[in-house]
């Protein structure tokens, strides 16, 4: 997208993943020995910060920036290729500024794309928040809040699981799945099993590694 990220092109140019686990494994180490709970995937607090009581509560929430203890409110961003939240949709800003100028020297929001939920949209969501956040699903209690037998609709994506499970990173029963302390590194891959929006492949998505 940038041409100074070329640069990142080069093989060398960034750590390898087994570095990359390497530097995640000492700063988790390093951290939680000190004193900070590990919070969901990449986010460290003491005990009395707010994150770490949002977990503890099963409250915790995740956005574009991050994870956070606000359930429900809109991000409204500012700023070239910004992301905006909203209950019911996403929307980018334009990557540069002359489309951006453009747009608001018109009186527009200078909006380049967006995406109006759907239900199952809607629901996806809620699933991944609840793997990225909660490291847990429980089958039984989103069949009552969907109105549907949870393990039959998405027994494809539960399928997707069974190589996680084998490899350790996640542990699954009848019941639910929970992640387990490996699977909390590579937790994306877990969650990008629900993801019907995912292209296999892209590098337009972050990576676990």
Do not use: W
Not at 181 to 201: E, I
């Amino acid at each position: 997208m940038k041409p100074a990220q070329k640069f990142f092109e080069r093989e060398s140019a960034l750590p390898s993943p087994e570095a990359r686990l390497a530097m995640l494994k000492l700063i988790t180490e390093t951290l939680t020995s000190r004193g900070y709970d590990y919070i969901a995937m990449d986010h460290f607090a003491r005990a009395t910060d707010e994150l770490a009581v949002a977990q503890a509560a099963r409250t915790l929430q995740r956005n574009f920036q991050g994870y956070s203890t606000r359930a429900g409110a809109e991000i409204l961003a500012v700023g070239i290729s910004a992301i905006s939240q909203t209950p019911f949709s996403y929307r980018q800003n334009h990557k540069t500024l002359v489309p951006y100028y453009a747009a608001l020297d018109r009186g527009e929001a200078p909006v380049d794309r967006g995406l109006e939920l759907t239900e199952e949209d809607h629901r996806r969501r809620e699933i991944i928040m609840r793997v990225m956040c909660h490291l847990a699903l429980d089958y039984a209690a989103l069949s009552r809040e969907f109105g549907f037998d949870f393990a039959t609709r998405y027994a494809a994506e539960l399928a997707q699981l069974r190589p996680l499970a084998d490899g350790g990173l996640v542990q699954l029963s009848p019941g639910g799945l929970r992640v387990t302390d490996l699977g909390r590194l590579f937790l994306r891959s877990t969650a990008v099993c629900f993801d019907a929006r995912h292209s296999a492949g892209s590098n337009r998505h972050s990576r676990s590694v």
